[in-house]
């Protein structure tokens, strides 16, 4: 199992450059396109966008910050998939690799450009712009609590009744 998230982590991450790379090469000059709308709904488009901040923009400019914080996270989270892993949770582990590599997927960007690109944005409920690493990041965070309210629990009560 550790082999696979070892080799799952870059694959994600190229997924995620290679989304990135099409931006900033096809999506940038024209800089949005429909993607998915109905009649005159638009529902979903693809917006380029240089995201110099955090989440929804927030600390924007503050790069060598979020550069210094993103890499003290994905240290500790990589610490973390080990200690997951040799407690034989493999679901965490897996949630927990998912975070890494989103993580890394916009450190890339911070390092390389000064700034992470977004590129999907969600019409419909005028939502925030973001891209294929800020998905990663989100379920990860979402199944870790799906696995903090329904499987350790679980998990604590058969080892309780071992």
């Given at each position: 199992?550790?082999?696979?998230l ?26 949005s396109?429909?993607f ?11 917006t380029?966008l240089?995201n ?5 923009g927030?600390?924007?400019?503050q790069?060598w ?5 993103t890499?003290?996270?994905i240290?500790?989270?990589?610490i973390?998939?080990?200690i997951a892993y ?9 949630v927990?690799?998912?975070f890494i ?5 916009n450190?890339?960007d911070?390092?390389r ?8 944005e ?10 294929v690493?800020?998905?990663y ?6 199944l ?10 679980k998990k604590?009560?058969a080892?309780?009744?071992?």
């Amino acid at each position: 199992m550790i082999i696979f998230l070892i080799l799952l982590i870059p694959i994600l991450i190229a997924a995620d450059q290679i989304v990135k790379y099409w931006a900033v090469h096809s999506l940038m000059p024209v800089g949005s396109m429909d993607f998915i709308k109905f009649g005159d709904t638009k529902i979903f488009d693809l917006t380029y966008l240089e995201n110099t901040g955090a989440i929804f923009g927030s600390m924007s400019g503050q790069r060598w910050f979020l550069i210094g914080f993103t890499s003290i996270v994905i240290a500790a989270a990589v610490i973390g998939m080990f200690i997951a892993y040799k407690k034989n949770a493999k679901f965490l582990s897996f949630v927990i690799a998912l975070f890494i590599a989103g993580g890394i997927g916009n450190l890339i960007d911070r390092i390389r450009f000064g700034y992470v690109v977004d590129m999907f944005e969600l019409k419909l409920f005028r939502f925030a712009i973001f891209n294929v690493a800020d998905i990663y990041v989100t379920v990860a965070c979402i199944l870790a609590i799906i696995y903090v309210l329904f499987i350790e629990p679980k998990k604590a009560k058969a080892e309780k009744n071992e």
